[in-house]
T-cell receptor, first 114, second 113 residues
Framework: SQKIEQNSEALNIQEGKTATLTCNYT??????LQWYRQDPGRGPVFLLL?????KEKRKERLKVTFDTTLKQSLFHITASQPADSATYLC?????????????FGAGTRLAVHP | EAQVTQNPRYLITVTGKKLTVTCSQN?????MSWYRQDPGLGLRQIYY???????DKGDVPEGYKVSRKEKRNFPLILESPSPNQTSLYFC????????????FGPGTRLTVT
């Protein structure tokens, strides 16, 4: 079955540095991969979607890469701020495998220290 | 304001007492889903609906029921709750399909004793 792995340990970085979060998956390649932000006690909020034929996608200080050979996506936050502290979830679409659903990783908690 | 709402936000109940968690969206989205979130396991899909009267099982449907009689509403029903259904539940909707961005509700924290 499809499996998604995100670093379960929290990532602690200094304000102003670039945070890099990793999402690895097994088995077949999804058509899309998404990243969400989740604050404690709240629902996830959509950030970015990248398609399998796109190597990179940017939105303000956020950048996502998608390497279908490595079966990996990297999520970067440049010039990080304490307000970026949250849990970040990656999710991949299984529609190309005949399943009409999205599966989520367990998330990586990011803490940005002043 | 475009949003997904859930009620109740918090619920403590006892084993076997039927309950319903409501979900409503005001964005005219066709696709809606229910997820549960447990520590270390991430979000797992319970049921989804591609349109009115069209529902299908997700990864963990056992013990749950859903209905989609109107486009905006997608209630989650626990006919006989058990302690292993203690979890944080999220409803989500999407305008174009489950492969696209999901709009999540605020969550319902359910405790079954």
């Amino acid at each position: 079955s499809q499996k998604i792995e995100q670093n379960s340990e929290a990532l602690n970085i200094q304000e102003g540095k670039t945070a890099t979060l990793t999402c690895n998956y097994t088995n077949y390649s999804p058509a899309y991969l998404q990243w969400y932000r989740q604050d404690p006690g709240r629902g996830p909020v959509f950030l970015l979607l990248i398609r399998e034929n796109e190597k990179e996608k940017r939105k303000e200080r956020l950048k996502v890469t998608f390497d279908t050979t490595l079966k990996q996506s990297l999520f970067h936050i440049t010039a990080s701020q304490p307000a970026d502290s949250a849990t970040y979830l990656c999710a991949l679409d299984l529609s190309s495998g005949g399943y009409n659903k999205l599966i989520f990783g367990a998330g990586t908690r990011l803490a940005v220290h002043p | 304001e475009a949003q997904v709402t859930q009620n109740p936000r918090y619920l403590i109940t006892v084993t076997g007492k039927k309950l319903t968690v409501t979900c409503s969206q005001n964005m005219n989205h066709e696709y809606m889903s229910w997820y549960r979130q447990d520590p270390g396991l991430g979000l797992r899909q319970i049921y989804y609906s591609m349109n009115v009267e069209v529902t299908d099982k997700g990864d963990v449907p056992e013990g749950y029921k859903v209905s989609r009689k109107e486009k905006r509403n997608f209630p989650l029903i626990l006919e006989s709750p058990s302690p292993n259904q203690t979890s944080l539940y999220f409803c989500a909707s999407t305008p174009r399909g489950l492969a696209y961005e999901q709009y999540f509700g605020p969550g319902t924290r359910l405790t079954v004793t």
